[in-house]
């Protein structure tokens, strides 16, 4: 719950009411819908597999340990190396959002300056070995609820707009309104937001009683953070009306980026307002520190075990932590905090992940139960295969929705199509495998006798 909260729904829930008007609510619960549906992926293969590695191990499991498993691992770890950074510079990048109500910023650069700063004070602080970060997840979690509770007490006991979560057709309007342009590019932000529930996975084999505890720790999980965001998001439209934030994007001096920050501000005036988007800003860094930590381990992870490219491999000669991996993932999401604005971000991160991630590894797991059967699974999905089928569905639709970016770097202007770029990291990924394998003789250069 924790690797769920961290910035997310303060930045997105803004831009969600951009894109939905009246229904943002509806967008919240279709993002926990596809959380839940893909979290009965999750929670049967963690609990038949709970061993350290998440989708590394899922993904070698299902395709075959010797070659394609090899292969979609290896584009999983190479993924990581492009979406970990993206996920760096969200963070980074709403910080400065919020960090902008405290400190006024008229020019262009300055919130640049700030994300790429935020970024750079990361890596120095992580350049060292760190061995417990246990009792920072702690104080995040009781700052996330502290905030949260504030937030949405305000809301229930300041009230001044209805907001429903039915559209205004009620019932018969839904199938239009899910299938949506609007939905669909809401749905990517609230998607974003809802990521983490999975998490666990990646410490079965640290687990007492996983086939138990791992389906339990993933529908807690989603259900608790969905009731926790649907709140925050009534809470905060019954103070703002959602007329009055699209009014915010489409003019001057987008107060919509610290919506946090202005609804404390309506609600309690403003020193209560800048103690809120301090604790706001807190969050958000201490989940960044997380997330740099915990990514920079994992092609130095799949490096040791012999099955990434050896560079990332290396430790530190004297702290023994993984430089390279953590310099590589810190510089990358520094450049992208740089280029980029929060919701080309959002969207470059799904892109990157929904393919090799989660498709390969719904797939992966059909792959799987034709293989092994279904005896030994200590968790069984209700109604296989239509979960699955559901959820490599939507994933693809999701995929295909994603917006282009209009991207503006001096005189040049393009259009930025997140799939073609998940597709062409793809291509670069095969190719270094390819290049790699062969160095090492390895499926599918393997020599024969």
């Not at 937001?193 to 009683?209: F, P, W």
């Not at 770029?421 to 095969?430: D, F, I, K, S």
């Not at 390819?434 to 390895?442: A, E, F, M």
Request: glycine share 10%; net charge positive.
């Amino acid at each position: 719950m924790i690797d769920m909260v961290g910035i997310g729904p303060f930045v997105t829930l803004p831009l969600v009411m951009g894109f939905m008007g009246p229904n943002f609510l509806l967008a919240w619960l279709v993002g926990a819908a596809l959380a839940s549906v893909d979290g009965l992926v999750w929670s049967e293969l963690g609990a038949a597999y709970p061993e350290a590695g998440g989708s590394y191990r899922f993904l070698k499991l299902a395709y075959g340990e010797q070659k394609w498993g090899r292969f979609m691992s290896f584009l999983y770890v190479w993924q990581t190396l492009i979406q970990s950074p993206l996920v760096l510079a969200s963070g980074a990048i709403g910080f400065a959002q919020y960090f902008g109500y405290l400190v006024p910023m008229t020019e262009w650069w300055q919130p640049k300056a700030v994300a790429g700063t935020v970024v750079l004070l990361l890596i120095v602080l992580l350049y060292r070995r760190i061995e417990d970060i246990g009792k920072l997840g702690v104080a995040l979690w009781v700052g996330v609820l502290g905030l949260m509770g504030w937030l949405i007490f305000g809301g229930i006991t300041h009230p001044n707009h209805h907001v429903d979560i039915l559209p205004a057709g009620g019932i018969p309007a839904l199938p239009g309104l899910l299938i949506s342009a609007a939905m669909g590019q809401a749905a990517v932000k609230t998607i974003y937001s809802y990521l983490g529930y999975y998490n666990v996975c990646h410490l079965g084999a640290e687990i007492r009683e996983p086939q138990r505890v791992i389906p339990r720790s993933i529908f807690l999980s989603i259900l608790g953070i969905a009731a926790l965001y649907l709140l925050l998001n009534w809470s905060v439209g019954t103070v703002i009306p959602w007329q009055e934030v699209q009014s915010w994007q489409a003019g001057a001096g987008d107060k919509s980026q610290f919506i946090i920050s202005v609804f404390m501000e309506r609600l309690y005036g403003p020193a209560a307002a800048q103690l809120a988007t301090a604790l706001v800003l807190l969050v958000a860094f201490a989940s960044l520190f997380a997330v740099l930590l915990g990514y920079s381990r994992i092609p130095y992870a799949a490096a040791a075990d012999g099955e990434f490219l050896p560079i990332f491999g290396k430790l530190h000669p004297t702290k023994q932590f993984p430089y390279v991996s953590l310099l590589l993932l810190g510089g990358t999401g520094f450049v992208f905090s740089l280029l980029f604005r929060l919701g080309e971000v959002i969207s470059a991160i799904l892109a990157m992940r929904i393919l090799v991630q989660f498709v390969g590894q719904a797939v992966g797991l059909m792959l799987l139960r034709r293989r092994r059967g279904t005896a030994a699974l200590p968790f069984k999905m209700p109604l296989y295969p239509v979960p699955v089928i559901l959820a490599i569905m939507v994933w693809l639709a999701v995929f295909w929705g994603i917006a282009p970016a209009e991207v503006t770097w001096g005189t040049l202007h393009f259009k930025l199509y997140f799939q073609l770029a998940a597709l062409g990291m793809m291509a670069l990924g095969t190719v270094a495998f390819l290049l790699w394998s062969r160095r090492l003789g390895r499926w599918p250069f393997e020599s024969y006798e």
